[in-house]
């Protein structure tokens, strides 16, 4: 199928009369895909040349132009459906993470621990991929040394 035919179907199956993003207004309105909805990731899907690809990444090829490798396409306005080229940038997984609603995006953001200390560099480290609080662990281990003592 030639190119134009695939970029006429892809247009057809697109709402250009989307809701205006509340976070963003200045964007303007959203076009919804109509089409193909992924089951797990909510994101519009559509078939071009064999191959099932984003509908968001398919825009953003088509009318922006490639990808740069580490980067990925993230929606400015937050609305998974929307394809509008101009709602995107392409941003590594770490900002499109950090920029997210989703659990691991609101604490990746976080800069104070449950039990008020800071999460800043010096009184954090990573373990399993997660941000530990020193102190917090410190008084953990103090506590079970204790307890493990007082069994003897």
């Given at each position: 199928?030639?190119?134009?035919?695939?970029?006429?179907?892809?247009?057809?199956?697109?709402?250009?009369?989307?809701?205006?993003?509340?976070?963003?207004?200045?964007?303007?309105?959203?076009?919804?895909?109509?089409?193909?909805?992924?089951?797990?990731?909510?994101?519009?899907?559509?078939?071009?040349?064999?191959?099932?690809?984003?509908?968001?990444?398919?825009?953003?090829?088509?009318?922006v132009g490639p990808i740069?490798?580490?980067?990925?396409?993230?929606?400015?306005?937050?609305?998974?459906?929307?394809?509008?080229?101009?709602?995107?940038?392409?941003?590594?997984?770490?900002?499109?993470?950090?920029?997210?609603?989703?659990?691991?995006?609101?604490?990746?953001?976080?800069?104070?621990?449950?039990?008020?200390?800071?999460?800043?560099?010096?009184?954090?480290?990573?373990?399993?991929?997660?941000?530990?609080?020193?102190?917090?662990?410190?008084?953990?281990?103090?506590?079970?040394?204790?307890?493990?003592?007082?069994?003897?």
């Amino acid at each position: 199928m030639p190119r134009e035919a695939i970029v006429k179907r892809f247009w057809q199956k697109v709402n250009k009369d989307g809701p205006i993003p509340t976070h963003r207004p200045d964007l303007g309105r959203c076009w919804i895909w109509t089409a193909a909805i992924g089951t797990f990731t909510g994101y519009g899907v559509f078939r071009a040349l064999g191959k099932w690809i984003s509908a968001h990444r398919f825009s953003y090829l088509e009318f922006v132009g490639p990808i740069a490798d580490g980067l990925e396409v993230d929606h400015l306005c937050r609305n998974r459906i929307c394809v509008r080229p101009s709602h995107f940038e392409a941003v590594t997984r770490q900002v499109n993470q950090l920029r997210s609603s989703s659990v691991s995006g609101l604490n990746a953001r976080k800069t104070i621990y449950v039990r008020g200390h800071s999460l800043q560099e010096g009184n954090v480290y990573i373990h399993c991929r997660r941000r530990v609080c020193k102190i917090c662990h410190r008084a953990k281990t103090a506590k079970q040394r204790r307890g493990a003592l007082s069994q003897l």
